[in-house]
């Protein structure tokens, strides 16, 4: 059973700056929350390494507009909403992967929850969530590589962590090329989704697949403008209908004229430490036009280098799920089921 909320200080900024300064005041006893979705899980489990003294609130500095022209693309304020992005109408017609990415959310999850918090989130490794002292709560030991990895461990290897990123909309802004933009002591800058989140490494102390420092704060994503012709689409396989996450998805993008792909992006999601580009798949399919054999081509190339774990319980099973999210999402990009 869960314990009640640990005490903690509440902090209120008065602009993104006054955040980074309270940020950097109390330094790591300090987190962000904004739609408070999995932090609020985080300290109701007390976990040791994540729990924060304070909280530096977000809402009300801002940051939940939601902008598009078509010189410039999409702009989404860090504390936008899954359903506020959802009932975007240009997200639905420039931005399919997006889209369905948001399509999923459980109507609370939906409303609640914001685009920096989904992109940012902590892994749902059991053994995290359930307090062992593994390396992300404070430890020196990835319990999943030798214990049940069934549902939410990778399947391409891994740094010190064998947990996969758990987020829906990162393989999708992968996929449509998206940047973020970061606020830090040092003012504002721009991060590629690579240089956003480049795989398990240690930041400021922890163990977590992005470079965000704990004084700096997303302040929007930025999706530019599809070029003519450019079309996407995002899949996910889960145990459950909704507020569940992903045992395997898959976002592609490509340029499509007269049937034929090029500019071909596959992303794979929920198999490994980050959202991660099935290059063997991209090549496969530019130049190709989709057909079932196609299709499932692709699928098999996109899983070609995975080595899932075999220690503990195991993850092979997930390869056959992954390749259907591939099949699914290439299907979905026509349109076809």
């Known amino acids: 059973m869960r314990n009640e909320l640990p005490k903690f200080g509440y902090l209120k ?31 109701k489990d007390g976990l040791v390494a994540l729990t924060p003294e304070y909280v ?14 078509t010189s410039n693309g999409l702009t989404v304020g860090a ?17 399919g992967a997006l889209h369905d990415a948001v399509s999923g959310h459980a109507i609370q999850i939906a409303n609640q929850a914001t685009i920096a918090g989904n992109i940012s989130q902590e892994v749902w490794c059991w053994y995290l969530r359930n307090n062992y002292d593994c390396w992300r709560n404070g430890g ?6 030798i214990g049940d990895n069934r549902y939410y461990h990778t399947l391409y290897g891994a740094n010190l962590c064998y ?6 909309i990162a393989p999708a802004l992968f996929a449509l090329d998206a940047d973020v933009t970061v606020q830090g002591p040092g003012g504002s800058s721009t991060l590629t989704m690579d240089q956003f989140m480049p795989g398990t490494t240690i930041v400021d102390g922890r163990v977590k697949e992005n470079s965000l420092r704990y004084n700096e704060i997303i302040t929007q994503v930025h999706i530019p403008m599809p070029a003519s012709g450019a079309m996407s689409a995002f899949f996910k396989v889960s145990e459950r209908g909704s507020y569940d996450f992903a045992m395997a998805s898959c976002a592609v993008s490509a340029t499509i004229s007269g049937g034929t792909l090029s500019n071909t992006r596959v992303v794979l999601g929920g198999v490994a430490e980050k959202p991660l580009r099935a290059s063997s798949a991209e090549s496969y399919l530019n130049g190709q036009q989709l057909s079932d054999s196609v ?26 799920l992954a390749q259907g999210a591939v099949k699914g999402a290439l299907r979905a990009l026509t349109g076809s089921s």
Do not use: E, H
């Open 56 to 69: 530096v609130d977000i809402n009300g500095l801002g940051l939940n507009n939601i902008s598009f022209d």
């Open 163 to 168: 947990a996969c990123n758990a987020s829906d």
């Open 79 to 95: 504390t936008a909403s899954p359903a506020a992005i959802l009932a975007d109408s240009n997200v639905a017609t420039y931005y």
């Open 295 to 320: 299709i499932a081509q692709a699928a098999t190339n996109a899983l070609s280098g995975a080595t899932p774990l075999t220690n503990g319980t195991g993850n092979q099973f997930r390869v056959f």
């Open 13 to 43: 900024p008065t602009s993104v700056s006054d955040a980074v300064s309270l940020l950097t005041k109390y330094g790591g006893k300090a987190r962000v929350i904004a739609g408070g979705t999995d932090l609020m899980d985080q300290m």
């Open 140 to 145: 020196n030991v990835c319990y999943a590589a």
